[in-house]
């Protein structure tokens, strides 16, 4: 039962701006929407998480859009070291530690070309 | 990188042999959590602590039981190992609210 849709995958050019798309139509009010990462065999990694409001931090920027079923993580200027499977995933605030379970889909392989 | 350390790393054993992960946090964090992940499934939750002492059940738990003691460290044993458990192991810590999970490693476990 997947609560979010991404397409399988993706290329971008080195230096270029990755845009990975999520639907999350079926997103309730108390739930955030949660980026990750996995390199090959790797732990994921955490990007960045939101609520409704745009996020950026060092790695990415987050759009969400205004009706919370669909957002963007966007990786400014793309590198090697950023082929990666990513995940979106949307969890609700924390209610007990079960409701925090993560959980991953197929994400995106995204490869950068160089 | 967050504080967390997973051991062994890779593992190989034989069925029906008790096997224990660990996985050891700097962080003082509360929540600590175990997933499995294989080939067309993904990540999944085998169980979780919200405390010392305190653990529940994910959705994969049957086969597995886990022990906190120390809010440093989460073990993961399997009593009797099966070959369904071949999998890589990762471990999962967070801090309060709405923090993100932060994953160690993982363990390789391959069991003949």
């Not at chain 1, 399988?8 to 139509?25: K, Q």
Request: proline share 5%; aromatic share 10%.
């Amino acid at each position: 039962d997947a609560k979010t849709t991404q397409p399988p995958s993706m290329d971008c050019a080195e230096g270029r701006a990755a845009n990975l798309p999520c639907n999350h139509s079926t997103i309730s009010g108390n739930e955030y929407v949660y980026w990750y990462r996995q390199i090959h065999s790797q732990g994921p990694q955490y990007i960045i998480h939101g609520l409704k409001n745009n996020e950026t931090n060092e790695m990415a920027s987050l759009i969400i859009t205004e009706d919370r079923k669909s957002s963007t993580l966007i990786l400014p200027h793309a590198t090697l070291r950023d082929t990666a499977v990513y995940y979106c995933i949307v969890s609700p605030l924390d209610s007990g530690a079960g409701s925090y379970q993560l959980t991953f889909g197929k994400g995106t392989k995204l490869s950068v070309i160089p | 990188d967050a504080g967390i350390t997973q051991s062994p790393r890779h593992k190989v054993t034989e069925t029906g042999t008790p096997v224990t992960l660990r996985c050891h946090q700097t962080e003082n964090h509360r929540y600590m959590y175990w997933y499995r992940q294989d080939p067309g499934h993904g990540l999944r939750l085998i169980h979780y602590s919200y405390g010392v002492k305190d653990t529940d059940k994910g959705e994969v738990s049957d086969g597995y039981s886990v022990s906190r003691s120390k809010t440093e460290d989460f073990l993961l044993t399997l009593e009797s190992a099966t070959s369904s458990q071949t999998s890589v192991y990762f471990c999962a810590i967070r801090g309060y609210s709405n923090q993100p999970q932060h994953f160690g490693d993982g363990t390789r476990l391959s069991i003949l």
